[in-house]
């Protein structure tokens, strides 16, 4: 064992098998959440100044634009209770993948989205 490793040893199954491949792509499916957080702060700073130029097919505001923004920290304040509730009582697990459809469905709206706003009509 070397000194780089902090000691640890990987969990063996019943067949006395190490387990460190599904550990780490456990590890690496939990913290895809974080990266699709990063895209959605990093998708802003790129798009509301394209969204914004007169070129744009359809061009926003800058209220508009910083609405765009605070939604994303409004959405995360109303549901950081809520998640941790269901969290508990689910199981961190499950509340991930039910998330990662709320992202799904966010990126799948904003590629066919036809302009800022959503209507009824």
Do not use: C, H
Request: glycine share 8%; charged share 15%.
């Amino acid at each position: 064992m070397s000194s780089l490793d902090g000691g640890y040893t990987p969990k063996k199954d019943g067949d006395g098998r190490r387990r460190w491949p599904q550990e780490y792509f456990a590890a690496f499916a939990a913290s895809l959440s974080e990266v699709t957080i990063g895209f959605v702060y990093g998708w802003s700073s790129t798009a509301l100044p394209l969204m914004e130029a007169e070129t744009w097919p359809w061009r926003i505001t800058p209220d508009e634009s910083s609405w765009i923004v605070s939604l994303v920290d409004i959405g995360s304040m109303v549901i950081a209770i809520p998640a941790g509730l269901a969290a508990n009582r689910l199981g961190r697990r499950w509340v991930l993948l039910f998330s990662a459809l709320f992202f799904i469905a966010s990126w799948a709206i904003i590629l066919a989205a036809k302009s800022a706003y959503v209507s009824t009509q």
